[in-house]
Nanobody, 124 residues
Framework: QVQLVESGGGLVQAGGSLRLSCAASDRAFSSYAMGWFRQAPGQKREFVAGISWSGDLTNYADSVRGRFTISRDNAKNTVYLQMNSLRPEDTAVYYC?????????????????WGQGTQVTVSS
């Protein structure tokens, strides 16, 4: 069973920045497409950003494009989410996700592994 452990969440003022990290326990991490999702209270979990196994392909939700950047370091088995210009509506629990098969970004309906989540709270 692959373990994904997120870190880096916290409380930040609107306009501020945070960087989330997700460390994977599996050496096969370098072959997985990875992604970040979020879930606000009372809302469905939604896609935020995805990255291919090589890091060459990325995609973003319209709501975060231009403010968030996903990246990965396969030597460290870690994927990152740099979040800038944060807004109160970005407040949510953020989850790391792995797709073992995709050759591009994560397939939203085909996630194999989830992290436990990290809380991000943006105050106005």
């Amino acid at each position: 069973q692959v373990q994904l452990v997120e870190s880096g969440g916290g409380l930040v003022q609107a306009g501020g920045s945070l960087r989330l990290s997700c460390a994977a326990s599996d050496r096969a991490f370098s072959s997985y497409a990875m992604g970040w999702f979020r879930q606000a209270p009372g809302q469905k979990r939604e896609f935020v950003a995805g990255i291919s196994w090589s890091g060459d392909l990325t995609n973003y939700a319209d709501s975060v494009r231009g403010r968030f950047t996903i990246s990965r370091d396969n030597a460290k088995n870690t994927v990152y989410l740099q979040m800038n210009s944060l807004r109160p509506e970005d407040t949510a629990v953020y989850y790391c996700a792995a797709d073992r098969i995709s050759s591009s970004s994560v397939r939203v309906g085909a996630i194999d592994y989830w992290g436990q989540g990290t809380q991000v709270t943006v105050s106005s």
